[in-house]
């Protein structure tokens, strides 16, 4: 029913006049378990369809949602759209929808029907709970989320296609005293790579040894980050700094950097639409592309942009399947591991910081790359190769190049993180940093 409604999307739009029309209708069921204090606490449940449209008419287009999805106004909105048209200037860039067919293969893991068949989550999080009290943790709290969702999408060159797919995530976080607090995430497409325990354990070690912080000395420091801190800053790197969008808006901090060295030599970092139990995966992006693996960054130089049909076709190349039909982006950014394991790292550190989680990233100059960041939840000095003392009062701040360039080192073991601080999904590794500067935290 859902792909026959997005037929239906296309067939309005041209019979009202458009030139290129792409619908995708996505319906999903969500249920979330969110706990406090030890206890589960809320249970609810979403049931959700919507419909995205482009509709191109006369080199003009126009994008529009829909919540509501009768005919009726589908075709009153469709209407609208075309007659809107009108005061619209058109686009110089236009570019018409790509004419040749797909072929679309399945991706391994990110459909389970032990998902769909799931009925009562909480088992996941007293599991959760109780790896965080074990730790030493006094208070849990976080959320679990589980999704089915479906995606239908049909364009006006003829394109066809439709996935199904499952989710679930965990966010927890523990606490001891006033001060400490530690914070874990699990994301799995599947239940069988689902670990509630892990971030469990994560979070109440952290908030355990994080008690009685002390006020840190701003400075410049050798740094480890935590995957958390490595997702949230290198969805940034993927998206703000590869998007080919982001690149001609004068917004990327690898603007006139392609094929040029912008990282460290032990960093590579690519885009992957079919990764296996990816967040992010799907077999096709918005204009019917099929998904693929980009390398952005091969052992320090910037190999490639992530483009659409309408940026691939201004910078003469071919889209790499990350249409966002305006702006690019990524699916799940995998950074290559290292050999080292964090152990490994923190003893090579004579006087340096560890940070586990982080928040309020804000660019204060996207060209440059000029970002600060907050340090969240438990930080620790590292002294003579060993974690001391936990700290507060810090944030990160510098230049995003001088921070890629910088990477000395990458843990083995990686995490797939994605939740709100880190939108777009990452699978991130420990990351050792030198040179990193550190200045007071205010909010």
């Known amino acids: 029913m859902s792909l026959e409604l997005a037929n239906y999307i296309v067939k309005v739009g041209l019979e009202k006049g458009a030139q290129d029309v792409i619908a995708i209708v996505t319906r999903s069921d969500e249920h979330m378990f969110r706990f406090a204090n030890n206890s589960l606490t809320i249970v609810k449940n979403w049931s959700r369809e919507s419909a995205n449209m482009l509709i191109g008419i006369n080199k003009k287009t126009i994008v529009v949602s829909l919540t509501k999805l009768d005919k009726d106004t589908i075709d009153r909105v469709v209407d609208k759209v075309v007659k809107t048209s009108k005061y619209l200037e058109p686009d110089k860039d236009y570019t018409q929808l790509p004419g040749e067919k797909f072929e679309y293969k399945s991706i ?55 996935e199904k797919g499952t989710s679930i995530k965990l966010s927890v976080r523990a606490f001891c005293g006033e001060e400490a607090s530690g914070h874990g995430v699990e994301v799995s497409r599947v239940l069988s790579r689902f670990n509630p325990e892990r971030p469990g354990r994560e979070a109440g070690e952290y908030a355990r040894r994080a008690v009685n912080p002390i006020e840190g000395e701003p400075g410049t420091y050798e740094t480890i980050l935590s995957p958390l801190v490595v997702a949230n800053l290198f969805g940034d790197v993927a998206f703000i700094g590869a998007s080919a969008f982001m690149v001609e808006a004068g917004f990327s901090f690898f603007a006139d950097k392609l094929g040029e060295k912008v990282a460290s030599d032990v960093l590579t970092v690519y885009d992957d639409g079919r990764y296996p139990n990816g967040y992010g995966s799907t077999m096709f992006d918005d204009e019917g592309t099929p998904t693929t693996r980009t390398v952005i960054i091969e052992k320090g130089v910037l190999k490639s942009l992530l483009h659409n049909n309408k940026t691939a076709r201004k910078f003469q190349t071919t889209s790499t399947g990350n249409a966002g039909w305006v702006v690019p982006h990524p699916w799940n950014v995998v950074i290559e591991p290292g050999s080292y394991t964090l152990e490994d790292m923190i003893s090579q550190v004579d006087n340096g910081i560890f940070v586990t989680n982080n928040w309020y990233t804000r ?25 001391a ?25 990686r995490v797939q993180i994605q939740w709100w601080e880190a939108e777009i999904p990452v699978f991130a590794p420990y990351m050792l940093i030198k040179n990193v500067n550190f200045t007071k935290a205010t909010l």
């Open 389 to 413: 003392e936990p700290l507060k009062g810090l944030r990160i701040s510098g230049r995003m190049l001088d921070l890629l360039q910088n990477i000395s080192a990458l843990s083995k073991e």
């Open 108 to 162: 391994p893991d990110t459909y389970d029907p032990k998902i769909e068949a799931l009925e009562n989550a909480s088992e996941y999080v007293d599991a959760a709970i109780n790896a965080a009290l074990k730790e030493g943790a006094e208070k849990v709290a976080g959320v679990l989320v589980y999704n089915v969702g479906e995606k239908f999408l049909a364009t006006s060159t003829g394109i066809e296609a439709s």
């Open 363 to 387: 660019f204060q100059n996207y060209r440059e790359g000029i970002f600060s960041t907050i340090c969240r939840d438990a930080v620790f000095k590292i002294r003579n190769g060993e974690l």
